[in-house]
Nanobody, 125 residues
Framework: QVQLVESGGGLVQAGGSLRLSCAAS????????MGWFRQAPGKEREFVAA?????????YYADSVKGRFTISRDNAKNTVYLQMNSLKPEDTAVYYC?????????????????WGQGTQVTVSS
């Protein structure tokens, strides 16, 4: 039983920045790989970024966001962040936080076991 709650979404102009937060509660947070996905209208939910647990965390990013987005986690606060810089209109989507039982970083939608409710990010041109 894990609950995930995203926050930090909103409206931003192209080139701007937002930081999304995902607060986790319930069972042990550090046993999960954490990921961010997004879903635009009429599109399938797609992988954005993921991070493994532990001090020597491994990160992985979709090519579309590499160099612009940064995923991080603070296990003491049970919180995962997605720092989004240089935002583009094509980044507009509902962003979802997710947790996987996998120890290795995974990118597949079906490899994640828990999901937040999503937070809307809208980037205007």
């Amino acid at each position: 039983q894990v609950q995930l709650v995203e926050s930090g979404g909103g409206l931003v102009q192209a080139g701007g920045s937002l930081r999304l937060s995902c607060a986790a509660s319930g069972r042990t947070f550090s046993n999960y790989v954490m990921g961010w996905f997004r879903q635009a209208p009429g599109k399938e939910r797609e992988f954005v970024a993921a991070i493994s647990w532990g001090g020597g965390s491994t990160t992985y990013y979709a090519d579309s966001v590499k160099g612009r987005f940064t995923i991080s986690r603070d296990n003491a606060k049970n919180t995962v962040y997605l720092q989004m810089n240089s935002l583009k209109p094509e980044d507009t989507a509902v962003y979802y936080c997710a947790a996987s039982h996998s120890i290795l970083v995974v990118t597949g939608l079906h490899e994640y076991d828990y999901w937040g409710q999503g937070t809307q990010v809208t980037v205007s041109s």
